[in-house]
């Protein structure tokens, strides 16, 4: 503080004046001391040697930039250390700067200013032994009369130098997550800390992502699959490695998924690693459409009770979203599901150049491992080849398309595993003897292919239920990983086997979420807390998490890597920071209860036991395996979840714009998940009325049905419109498709549709024509799915198909209870007569046969014109009704110079189309700058051609140096909204 005072004591009116003039030129240059010295303080961030990553000091840049609301400071990057010295040494007026330097072991920072600065923080530099050990030294050096703060960021290598910037940002008020960050509103460097040292409790860190069902990498496009990398270094994660569903036996049917191919060396081009038609076969990830149309092998099962649906018919502007009818992996997207063999190699192709680029990517630039694996025993068709030369197939295929892996996984199937128990198969069965066997075959054919790789497992259970390290005693190689996800789906603690055994070679894998509650939310960081602890008191070296969704679990995986390094104490202490860090200081108090209330195991749990033991703090209500069908149950009224406390939180939230706008989407996730409870009161009040006969006829339909169906269909609308509301991520467009593709057709809409069948006109059939079809379960003969399991006769079902938009004219029932539709018959999957007339009766019919397991009845049906309102009525809005906003399909902060180009893609969620879509480029760092402003193209679908969705997109060339942008949609009615709301992205270029 500078006190000014007058020199004497004012005796009369001039004397005043004179003081106060004195005074106020005082004053004056107090302001003009300190605009002199805010004007002077300046930001350096150097680069101490020639390791140190472009990306490290460039982020330092970026995060200090983006803390500095005010733009008080620019921060100014030095690529070498030349001009350090200078600039710590000067002695300009007023000089109290901030210099940030990025180094590692290899520094070739001035011996001067090293022994000015260095200290304690030089002896402990020379302790760190593990690659990715680093530090963060704070220390104030004054220079005559002031002082500069000087932050030194060391590692052992390149990466940990970067993790060492992440860490001082940690520092400062920075918290990142796996969808991204939150940035503390002024720049706030720690005073006194010294030197504070990091080394990993595991050595191996990351994720486990799971396909399979379309919440999960299933629906990563390749941008997203880069946006991931680079958040997982921010948390200085640095490993992600991949489960497939293998060919089956005979190359016929199955969950065949295309990430890791299954063939002998002739199967490929060994130049490319390209598979050729010779060497293909069908395989798919999750797709909306994958069900008809592939009329030769059964594919893959996804969420239970998916029908095949196109997502320009999904309700409530969900559509909107979708570029593609037949929705999944880019890998698949001109294609759907392959029907021949150069459709089956061109997938398995796309799918290898997909996780190709993304490995390279997250390898080269951020750090990041990949890794693959496959079932195991392999049950190819193996014909005249040995087991040793398919091995080298897949190895020698990995090594030939340059996929960078690390690791390979041969994974213990689920069979394995009594999920109630944990428990693998008892070391007896002869399986286990196979398995080591094969794993000593797999390795010989490593050798074989010269691959850079080691091989490891992964499984259900880490070995044989009565002697779990197994593996461990039985394969010697020190390079041999030994792993496993816990058991009953993650409910039970890591096996107590890995105590005994080689830690430096097994890794623990912890459930970040379970597919019994896909749809819904799931908050697990006491229990990723506690097993990582669990973990890491058995010394093993590795720590994964595995999991589907990004957004929805981000609470736990930040909690996961911040155990791999320093755990938090607790929830509390967890939600402490987390709630301060995303939702503001003032209401802390009141987020952290509420979050923690729901966290993990509820009191009613035993700890050790499966998901039968016990439940969790969040209600799972009608939840059911992989987001759907989620079951129609009654929930009481004082057990639903209590979402007013929430909105008491989100009222009291400030209302700086990035806070309310974290916190309202939480809230309507937990608005949400209450609402899933509520469509399945709802539906469960439909059903009884309908089993009990009350909803029997047309009158009772219009009395009775009509008041509880409309009941669904407004829960349902009031449901998918909140998830939209917050849908930010891959895993939310897999919870509509669940939604869209299994619980409405399967659950809530067959419900409904019975209703309107009472309600539709009269229909006759002709089974005079009728043809019997097989139509296997995942892999229907018809277009159109009316309904899976709802009370079924012949007329129903062609009522059905009558008041459905698509001219149909044939019907088709099936097991009894199924009812499906087609324009007209087709001429395959023909069988005999017999196998329909004398299977299964109708569920509302008994003297009618209604086909059977798999074994379709279908005919032609003719019905009374009649008003088709009903059927309108009761079927979900199918616009948008909610807030206009943009859904960004990935956030990409960091880019590299090597992808020459980039695209952006949006969908824009509005009742209207926009009018245009544009995007603002703009240099990060020179004000003086023009911006450069794109227009998006709507893009079509890659299959068809169509353009039947609000889906934008532009691709432009990667700018020499970091860059900001933001995305505008502007309406006919002169609104506009953009994203980000509030601020621009920035992007670090390398």
């Known amino acids: 503080e500078i006190t000014a005072s007058c020199l004497f004591v004012p005796t009369n009116d001039k004397q005043v004046t004179i003081c106060k003039m004195w005074l106020a030129m005082a004053f004056i240059q107090v302001i003009l001391f300190c605009l002199a010295n805010l004007a002077n303080c300046e930001v350096h961030i150097?680069?101490?040697?020639?390791?140190?990553?472009?990306?490290?000091?460039?982020?330092?840049?970026?995060?200090?930039?983006?803390?500095?609301?005010?733009?008080?400071?620019?921060?100014?990057?030095h690529f070498d250390s030349s001009g350090l010295e200078n600039a710590l040494l000067s002695d300009q007026p007023f000089d109290e700067n901030l210099h940030i330097i990025?180094?590692?072991?290899?520094?070739?920072?001035?011996?001067?200013?090293?022994?000015?600065?260095?200290?304690?923080?030089?002896?402990?530099?020379?302790?760190?032994?593990?690659?990715?050990d680093h530090l963060v030294h704070i220390q104030q050096i004054q220079v005559k009369e002031y002082n500069h703060t000087v932050v030194v960021c060391s590692g052992v290598t390149d990466i940990s130098a970067l993790y060492a910037v992440y860490s001082f940002l940690e520092?400062?008020?920075?918290?990142?997550?796996?969808?991204?960050?939150?940035?503390p509103k002024e720049l706030i460097i720690p005073k006194n800390l010294g030197t504070k040292t990091y080394i990993p409790r595991f050595k191996v860190r990351g994720l486990q992502?799971?396909?399979?069902?379309?919440?999960?990498?299933?629906?990563?496009?390749?941008?997203?699959?880069?946006?991931?990398?680079?958040?997982?270094?921010?948390?200085?994660?640095?490993?992600?490695?991949?489960h497939t569903y293998p060919l089956p036996p005979n190359g016929v049917g199955g969950n065949t998924e295309p990430l890791v191919w299954v063939g002998t060396s002739d199967g490929y081009n060994h130049s490319t690693g390209d598979v050729l038609e010779s060497g293909a076969y069908q395989s798919s990830w999750y797709q909306t459409q994958d069900f008809w149309g592939m009329n030769s092998h059964n594919t893959r099962g996804n969420v239970p009770g998916q029908v095949s649906r196109a997502t320009s018919d999904f309700c409530c502007g969900a559509s909107n979203l979708f570029e593609r009818d037949c929705y999944g992996s880019e890998a698949q997207a001109s294609i759907c599901f392959p029907q021949n063999s150069s459709a089956s190699a061109q997938v398995l192709n796309n799918a290898a150049d997909l996780i190709r680029d993304a490995f390279t990517w997250g390898q080269a630039n951020v750090g990041v491992q990949g890794c693959l694996g496959i079932e195991f025993p392999v049950q190819a068709d193996l014909k005249n080849a040995s087991l040793q030369e398919v091995y080298e197939g897949i190895f020698g295929r990995i090594v030939a398309k340059k996929i960078p892996i690390s690791t390979f996984w041969l994974w213990t199937n689920e069979g394995v595993e009594n999920h109630a128990t944990g428990k693998g198969y008892p070391q007896s069965n002869p399986l286990w003897k196979e398995l080591v066997n094969e794993i000593k075959v797999a390795?010989?054919?490593?050798?074989?292919?010269?691959?850079?790789?080691?091989?490891?497992?992964?499984?259900?259970?880490?070995?044989?239920?009565?002697?779990?390290?197994?593996?461990?005693?039985?394969?010697?190689?020190?390079?041999?990983?030994?792993?496993?996800?816990?058991?009953?789906?993650?409910?039970?603690?890591?096996?107590?086997?890995?105590?005994?055994?080689?830690?430096?070679?097994?890794?623990?894998?912890?459930?970040?979420?379970?597919?019994?509650?896909?749809?819904?939310?799931?908050?697990?960081?006491?229990?990723?807390?506690?097993?990582?602890?669990?973990?890491?008191?058995?010394?093993?070296?590795?720590?994964?998490?595995l999991m589907w969704r990004t957004w929805e679990t981000s609470p736990q995986i930040s909690a996961l890597a911040q155990s791999a390094w320093d755990a938090p104490k607790s929830a509390l202490d967890f939600y402490s920071d987390f709630c301060s860090a995303n939702f503001g200081n003032d209401t802390s108090a009141m987020c952290v209860n509420l979050f923690n209330s729901l966290d993990s195991f509820s009191p009613s749990h035993k700890p050790g036991t499966g998901v039968s033991g016990g439940g969790s703090k969040l209600p799972r209500d009608g939840q059911r395996c992989c987001g759907g069908p989620m079951g129609a149950v009654n929930v009481p009224s004082n057990d639903l979840l209590n979402i007013s406390r929430f909105e008491d939180w989100l009222s009291a939230v400030s209302s700086e714009s990035e806070e309310l706008e974290r916190a309202t989407a939480w809230v309507n996730l937990f608005r949400y998940h209450r609402l899933t409870e509520i469509v399945s009161n709802a539906t469960a009040a439909l059903n009884t009325a309908i089993s009990s006969k009350e909803i029997h006829d047309h009158e009772s339909a219009v009395n009775i049905g009509v008041p509880l169906a409309t009941a669904v269909v407004e829960?349902?609308?009031?449901?998918?419109?909140?998830?939209?509301?917050?849908?930010?991520?891959?895993?939310?467009?897999?919870?509509?498709?669940?939604?869209?593709?299994a619980n409405w057709p399967s659950v809530f809409g067959s419900a409904v549709q019975t209703v309107k069948n009472f309600l539709a006109p009269p229909c006759t059939t002709d089974l005079s024509?009728?043809?019997?079809?097989?139509?296997?379960?995942?892999?229907?003969?018809?277009?159109?799915?009316?309904?899976?399991?709802?009370?079924?006769?012949?007329?129903?079902?062609?009522?059905?198909?009558?008041?459905?938009?698509g001219n149909f004219t044939v019907a088709g029932v099936e097991y009894g209870v199924a009812c499906f539709c087609s324009q007209d018959f087709v001429n395959f999957n023909k069988i005999s007569m017999g196998n329909c007339t004398h299977n299964m009766k109708c569920s509302a019919n008994s003297s009618e046969s209604c086909g059977g397991p798999d074994i379709m009845l279908a005919y032609k049906f003719k019905c009374d014109s009649g008003n088709n309102t009903?059927?309108?009525?009761?079927?979900?809005?199918?616009?948008?009704?909610?807030?206009?906003?943009?859904?960004?399909?990935?956030?990409?902060?960091?880019?590299s110079k090597s992808e020459i180009s980039m695209p952006i893609k949006v969908a824009i969620l509005s009742s209207q189309a926009p009018s245009q879509v544009n995007l603002t480029l703009a240099p990060a760092f020179d004000s003086l700058a023009t911006n450069q402003v794109l227009t998006l193209k709507q893009v079509p679908d890659q299959k068809t051609g169509e353009i039947h969705a609000q889906v934008y997109q532009v691709t432009f060339t990667i700018p020499q140096d970091d860059f900001t942008y933001h995305v505008t949609a502007y309406f006919p009615d002169g609104t506009s909204i953009r994203a980000p709301t509030y601020h621009e992205e920035t992007v670090v270029v390398v």
């Open 46 to 77: 150097w680069s101490g040697d020639d390791n140190v990553p472009v990306l490290a000091i460039k982020e330092a840049r970026k995060y200090v930039n983006l803390m500095d609301r005010e733009k008080t400071h620019q921060p100014q990057l």
């Open 102 to 132: 990025v180094e590692t072991k290899a520094s070739e920072i001035p011996t001067k200013v090293a022994n000015l600065m260095h200290g304690s923080y030089k002896e402990k530099l020379i302790t760190l032994k593990g690659t990715d």
């Open 715 to 741: 829960s349902y609308e009031e449901m998918i419109s909140t998830l939209l509301a917050f849908t930010t991520s891959p895993g939310q467009l897999g919870m509509l498709v669940s939604h869209e593709g």
């Open 870 to 895: 009903w059927a309108k009525k009761l079927s979900p809005n199918p616009l948008y009704s909610g807030t206009p906003r943009i859904y960004r399909d990935a956030v990409r902060t960091v880019a």
């Open 769 to 805: 024509t009728a043809i019997c079809y097989k139509d296997p379960n995942f892999n229907r003969t018809f277009p159109y799915t009316a309904w899976i399991s709802a009370p079924t006769s012949q007329e129903i079902c062609a009522r059905a198909c009558h008041i459905a938009d």
């Open 443 to 545: 390795q010989q054919a490593l050798k074989a292919v010269n691959a850079s790789f080691v091989i490891g497992t992964n499984g259900w259970t880490v070995g044989p239920g009565d002697n779990a390290s197994y593996f461990d005693k039985e394969i010697t190689d020190k390079s041999f990983i030994v792993s496993s996800i816990n058991g009953a789906l993650g409910w039970l603690p890591p096996d107590p086997a890995y105590s005994q055994m080689d830690g430096a070679r097994a890794w623990s894998i912890p459930w970040m979420e379970d597919d019994l509650s896909l749809a819904s939310a799931e908050l697990w960081v006491q229990r990723t807390l506690d097993f990582a602890n669990i973990s890491a008191s058995y010394e093993t070296s590795g720590l994964l998490g």
């Open 209 to 242: 992502p799971f396909h399979d069902f379309p919440m999960g990498p299933d629906f990563w496009q390749p941008q997203f699959w880069r946006q991931l990398s680079a958040n997982m270094a921010k948390m200085k994660l640095n490993f992600y490695g991949f």
């Open 171 to 183: 520092l400062c008020g920075v918290r990142f997550y796996l969808q991204g960050e939150a940035v």
